[in-house]
């Protein structure tokens, strides 16, 4: 067991942290599968409105692997398929009949191999919970990952607890463990947090895995981090795989029951959320309400939207959703926080005491130790050029330098793209060096389009 204490970095502490306390809602009304929220996937469909659908019924693949298969976490009917600019499908949106109807996946008794593994995750839809790196997007069923990462620890802001989200699932989680095991040709590591003494037994003595001890400030709980760390990546065929523990449940399920069982936890947190707890529902699952007061936004209600922001994921990395909007594949959070403008009179001259600031910008910086904030949306300024501080390599505890290889990636210069790692990042990775960023660049954006731009090239 490696132990590995990371200095740099930057923890975010926000108000709203969601109570330890787990809340059954009733079967969703309407769910959304979104194309949008897998990488590198070019949706084609499989069904039409009007369509019958069971759980576990595929609603569209990839153009590129007609093998990846993206299902229906309901029973019910297909009810609408979003389209945006080009007619580009945006989500696939399933009424539910109540029923649970179910597609059957047969398990075969004898012992399982990879190639046994793979078709039954890809019949059943959860062969996208792997990520591929480099590159961050979906996995293919063709490679042999030379390990595969599992993260136990997640440091963002507001982040949901996953040693409280295990509780009652440990046995899942080990059936999950046993079988993503066997897609690898080397070994699955399980991170976990190096400083917690309630780590859950399920992580700390998990079977047929390498456990190691991370521990620092955020973002010591990113995958990206791990495996930087521990077994980095060398250069773009040496391809790592990467699993959430909520993914490692449902293919546990999987496995146990011969089905697909779609439930899964979801915190809310925020400034703005009226009720912080967790919500046991379904994947895909409406924000809004089946009733209009029993689900996750409507604990958060407030009487003007245009004044709140709800954001499937953390306030670094997720992506803004409508009030009655949808919880994305990967995410396990919904933040709620308040919409500011940008402009603020005098602003940047009052001393600051409630306001975050990682630079010396407001009094705050010497007590943000002992409080908690609220975030708004406020960017409190514009864009402009890249201003070197040595700030984004304090924040980000890997040996490379990222504002170089942002201007790498504008200048489009691959060769020396490759030399300057970007093969063991994803946006995740860079996300705090956006937040502290004076300059606002979009990091996380250009390195999208950086990782784009290599893997065309070839």
Excluded at 71 to 91: D, N, P, Y
Excluded at 244 to 271: D, K
Excluded at 336 to 363: A, D, Q
Excluded at 407 to 420: P, S
């Amino acid at each position: 067991m490696t132990n590995i204490k990371l200095k740099r970095g930057y923890n975010i502490n926000l108000q709203g942290e969601a109570e330890q306390k787990i809340l059954n809602l009733p079967l969703p009304e309407k769910i959304a599968i979104k194309p949008t929220d897998f990488t590198g996937i070019k949706p084609k469909l499989c069904v039409e409105v009007g369509d019958k659908v069971k759980i576990g019924t595929p609603l569209f693949f990839s153009k590129e692997d007609e093998r990846i298969k993206f299902v229906s976490t309901v029973s019910g009917k297909v009810e609408e398929v979003v389209r945006g600019e080009r007619r580009v499908i945006q989500a696939v949106i399933v009424k539910s009949d109540g029923k649970n109807d179910y597609e059957k996946i047969k398990i075969p008794s004898k012992e399982l191999t990879k190639h046994d593994v793979i078709e039954i995750l890809l019949k059943s839809g959860l062969f996208p919970c792997f990520i591929q790196r480099p590159f961050a997007k979906v996995a293919s069923p063709d490679d042999t990952p030379r390990d595969i990462f599992i993260s136990t620890m997640d440091t963002a802001p507001l982040a949901a607890d996953w040693n409280f989200i295990i509780k009652g699932q440990e046995d899942s989680f080990q059936t999950g463990l046993n079988v993503i095991k066997k897609l690898t040709s080397g070994k699955a590591h399980l991170v976990i947090d190096g400083k917690r003494k309630d780590i859950s037994e399920a992580f700390s003595k998990a079977n047929g895995v390498e456990i190691h001890k991370v521990s620092g400030p955020h973002p010591a709980g990113n995958v990206g981090i791990h495996i930087h760390h521990i077994a980095p990546i060398r250069n773009r065929n040496d391809i790592v795989w990467t699993c959430s523990v909520q993914s490692v449940i449902l293919i546990g399920r999987l496995f146990e029951s011969g089905r697909l069982f779609p439930e899964i936890t979801v915190a809310v947190a925020g400034s703005y959320a009226k009720n912080k707890n967790y919500y046991r529902t379904i994947l895909g699952a409406s924000a809004y309400s089946c009733h209009c007061s029993d689900d996750m936004s409507m604990d958060a209600y407030r009487p003007d939207h245009s004044k709140v922001r709800y954001i499937s994921g953390n306030v670094l990395t997720g992506r803004e959703i409508d009030f009655d909007g949808y919880i994305g594949f990967y995410d396990n959070l919904i933040t709620i926080i308040p919409e500011r403008e940008n402009w603020e009179f005098l602003g940047w001259l009052m001393p600051g005491f409630r306001k975050t600031s990682f630079h010396r910008t407001f009094v705050s910086k010497l007590f943000r130790s002992k409080f908690k904030f609220v975030q708004t949306t406020a960017m409190s300024g514009g864009n402009r050029p890249f201003i070197i501080t040595g700030d984004f390599e304090r924040v980000l505890p890997m040996d490379l330098y990222p504002v170089i290889l942002m201007k790498n990636i504008i200048t489009k210069d691959i060769e020396k793209m490759e030399g300057l790692g970007i093969y063991e990042l994803a946006e995740e990775d860079v996300a705090l060096c956006e937040y502290i960023d004076p300059s606002k660049n979009e990091f996380q954006k250009i390195l999208r389009e950086g990782m784009e731009l290599i893997e065309k090239e070839g």
